[in-house]
């Protein structure tokens, strides 16, 4: 069911429609969903450009427009009420069906235009299999209107991104594929155990590995958060957690911890001498990096071109 039915039906129970939804501003729908995004309104600042009072008086405009509290906001911090919540996933549809409306309206006249815009995991630059900056090339080239949008996220988001309307692709993995979405191999990504020159394990014999390993501390990444996933009976103690790799490399370094990283990734201090893999014949795993795209993108001829480039330039 569209959220903007949802949202309509909304009013009519709670006490009347305010206002013609489509009649709502388009740029004061995206200022609150960029405010949403952010998780408040200081946070927007810097992905918005513009100040926060400035931002402030927006979110006022629109809600005096609709005629709704779409959030509190003050000391305790920034949360959505239940017809700002509802209004949020309205807001994301309906932009989402707007640039959808653009591109189609474009390729008429046999050009892409519009936003195109991709979730991604972090550190997918350092991997020289990745042909995400050919992909954004190729697309630049058959469309001189086209304006592009990169979100680097955690790995759970980048699905929710897409399956919100966010983003029309997302480049990550998944352990468990979301209903209403396409998922594609790119390549597998191999992911070793590292640990930093201040650590025991990095100078230790190879007798004493053994020892060391049952008393280093793991890291919890956002790949496979449980170590019962990884069934390699190590020290998880939940004392160190980290969303992103770049995360994963500070808590390494530190010499405290231990922890997985994709290989790509971790050549860059491997080769600097300030990390070391830990027994990579036993303790790897390969995951899979996913193109992944919503069902019904195949209405927007942008963001069929973008899926297109993204394969091409992997293959």
């Given at each position: 069911?569209?959220?903007?039915?949802?949202?309509?039906?909304?009013?009519?129970?709670?006490?009347?429609?305010?206002?013609?939804?489509?009649?709502?501003?388009?740029?004061?729908?995206?200022?609150?969903?960029?405010?949403?995004?952010?998780?408040?309104?200081?946070?927007?600042?810097?992905?918005?450009?513009?100040?926060?009072?400035?931002?402030?008086?927006?979110?006022?405009?629109?809600?005096?427009?609709?005629?709704?509290?779409?959030?509190?906001?003050?000391?305790?911090?920034?949360?959505?009420?239940?017809?700002?919540?509802?209004?949020?996933?309205?807001?994301?549809?309906?932009?989402?069906?707007?640039?959808?409306?653009?591109?189609?309206?474009?390729?008429?006249?046999?050009?892409?235009?519009?936003?195109?815009?991709?979730?991604?995991?972090?550190?997918?630059?350092?991997?020289?299999r990745c042909g995400l900056a050919d992909a954004i090339a190729a697309l630049k080239a058959k469309g001189t209107n086209i304006q592009f949008d990169i979100n680097v996220c955690e790995a759970r988001e980048v699905e929710t991104s897409v399956v919100n309307g966010r983003s029309l692709v997302g480049l990550g993995v998944s352990r468990h594929q979301l209903r209403g979405l396409e998922y594609f191999p790119l390549h597998n990504e191999t992911n070793f155990l590292y640990c930093g020159d201040k650590h025991p394990l990095f100078n230790c014999k190879a007798s004493d590995v053994a020892k060391y390993l049952k008393q280093a501390e793991?890291?919890?990444?956002?790949?496979?958060?449980?170590?019962?996933?990884?069934?390699?009976?190590?020290?998880?103690?939940?004392?160190?957690?980290?969303?992103?790799?770049?995360?994963?490399?500070?808590?390494?370094?530190?010499?405290?911890?231990?922890?997985?990283?994709?290989?790509?990734?971790?050549?860059?201090?491997?080769?600097?001498?300030?990390?070391?893999?830990?027994?990579?014949?036993?303790?790897?795993?390969?995951?899979?990096?996913?193109?992944?795209?919503?069902?019904?993108?195949?209405?927007?001829?942008?963001?069929?071109?973008?899926?297109?480039?993204?394969?091409?330039?992997?293959?």
């Amino acid at each position: 069911m569209h959220n903007y039915r949802n949202l309509f039906r909304y009013y009519q129970t709670n006490g009347g429609l305010p206002m013609q939804v489509q009649d709502v501003d388009l740029k004061l729908l995206r200022i609150f969903v960029a405010i949403v995004e952010c998780g408040g309104l200081s946070a927007a600042e810097s992905r918005l450009n513009i100040g926060r009072s400035t931002i402030s008086s927006h979110l006022s405009d629109l809600e005096v427009r609709l005629g709704i509290k779409l959030c509190k906001r003050g000391r305790s911090g920034f949360e959505l009420t239940e017809p700002g919540r509802v209004t949020y996933q309205a807001s994301l549809e309906l932009l989402q069906q707007c640039e959808a409306f653009a591109s189609t309206v474009a390729s008429s006249k046999d050009e892409l235009s519009g936003r195109v815009t991709i979730a991604a995991i972090d550190t997918m630059v350092s991997d020289p299999r990745c042909g995400l900056a050919d992909a954004i090339a190729a697309l630049k080239a058959k469309g001189t209107n086209i304006q592009f949008d990169i979100n680097v996220c955690e790995a759970r988001e980048v699905e929710t991104s897409v399956v919100n309307g966010r983003s029309l692709v997302g480049l990550g993995v998944s352990r468990h594929q979301l209903r209403g979405l396409e998922y594609f191999p790119l390549h597998n990504e191999t992911n070793f155990l590292y640990c930093g020159d201040k650590h025991p394990l990095f100078n230790c014999k190879a007798s004493d590995v053994a020892k060391y390993l049952k008393q280093a501390e793991m890291i919890t990444s956002n790949y496979t958060r449980d170590k019962e996933v990884r069934n390699d009976g190590l020290n998880y103690q939940h004392s160190a957690t980290a969303y992103h790799d770049e995360g994963i490399a500070h808590l390494i370094l530190s010499g405290e911890f231990i922890g997985y990283l994709p290989e790509h990734y971790a050549n860059y201090w491997v080769e600097k001498g300030q990390m070391k893999a830990i027994r990579p014949d036993k303790y790897h795993y390969q995951i899979p990096v996913m193109l992944i795209s919503s069902k019904n993108n195949a209405i927007s001829p942008l963001a069929n071109a973008l899926i297109e480039e993204i394969k091409r330039c992997h293959r």
